[in-house]
């Protein structure tokens, strides 16, 4: 399959059973948290993010885990010579990247986050004009946050392109990527604008548990073919983050950058009860 980000080519090998879904959009049925926002018809918007002082904390917190991954993954390294844009030169096998990859999802509990999870409850809230929380107890995938460490090509440490919601426990969401270090034009999460308006009949997708270039994900992997699936990289400024629907056709972020880790902090996001 070939796709293309910032009309650049892309080529992954996908394999495993093909599917097309029904004649209908998803977006229409469930709880559409961007539906009375000003970007609801491109489906993602870039915003201002956290106090300098705020964000100060998230990213020394975010080293201080990603360091002690790579000590609980057996790798020689000082506190004082790492910064995580150059994880890479510490982690250079997939076996201790996906060891760290693991003990940060182990860590993954908001009570583990480096800033409180209500400043950023607060201005999604406030972007959304919806009151939401990244804790609900009804939501199976809430409380927690993820950290994604994308490496520089060849290697791809990114998923491929896929909708979150094909996955039923990441539905009714709003996404939020923050990045940490090493996002730019050639390394950010790349998406497919108006995508979560299309009918799922036009999106030929795998089933779950995709298998790319001989990696096994979670999700389902998007194969529109004849360069039809043509993603962007919006561009997010330090100190700002991107707010986008887990309806959107994202991912397949292949980090182009021959000398920086891509870092970013990512969560969900529900509807608080009224």
Not at 18 to 45: A, P, R
Not at 69 to 78: E, F, M, S, T
Not at 134 to 141: D, E, K, M, W
Request: charged share 20%; proline share 5%; with cysteine.
């Amino acid at each position: 399959m070939i796709y293309t980000i910032n009309g650049m080519d892309v080529f992954i090998n996908v394999s495993g059973p093909i599917v097309v879904g029904n004649d209908l959009c998803l977006i229409d049925s469930d709880d559409n948290l961007s539906e009375n926002c000003s970007w609801k018809e491109l489906g993602f918007s870039v915003i201002k993010m956290l106090s300098r002082e705020d964000l100060a904390l998230l990213v020394e917190g975010i080293s201080d885990l990603v360091l002690k991954g790579l000590i609980y993954a057996g790798c020689n390294v000082k506190s004082e010579e790492f910064a995580l844009e150059n994880y890479h030169l510490y982690c250079t096998d997939q076996d201790t990247h996906l060891k760290v990859v693991a003990f940060l999802k182990s860590m993954g509990s908001l009570h583990n986050l480096p800033i409180s999870h209500t400043i950023l409850d607060e201005l999604i809230s406030n972007h959304c004009g919806v009151l939401v929380s990244s804790q609900i107890s009804s939501q199976v995938a809430s409380g927690r946050f993820f950290v994604r460490l994308v490496r520089p090509f060849p290697l791809k440490d990114n998923n491929p392109p896929h909708k979150d919601v094909w996955l039923d426990r990441l539905r009714n969401a709003i996404n939020l990527y923050l990045p940490l270090a090493g996002s730019d034009e050639n390394s950010s999460l790349s998406l497919v604008p108006g995508s979560h308006l299309w009918q799922e009949s036009e999106i030929p997708r795998t089933k779950v548990g995709a298998v790319v270039d001989g990696v096994k994900y979670s999700v389902p992997a998007a194969v529109i073919e004849d360069n039809v699936l043509d993603m962007i990289r919006p561009k997010v400024e330090p100190g700002e983050a991107m707010l986008f629907s887990p309806y959107l056709i994202h991912g397949g972020a292949v980090n182009f950058n021959e000398d920086k880790t891509r870092v970013s902090l990512e969560m969900r996001f529900w509807r608080c009860a009224e």
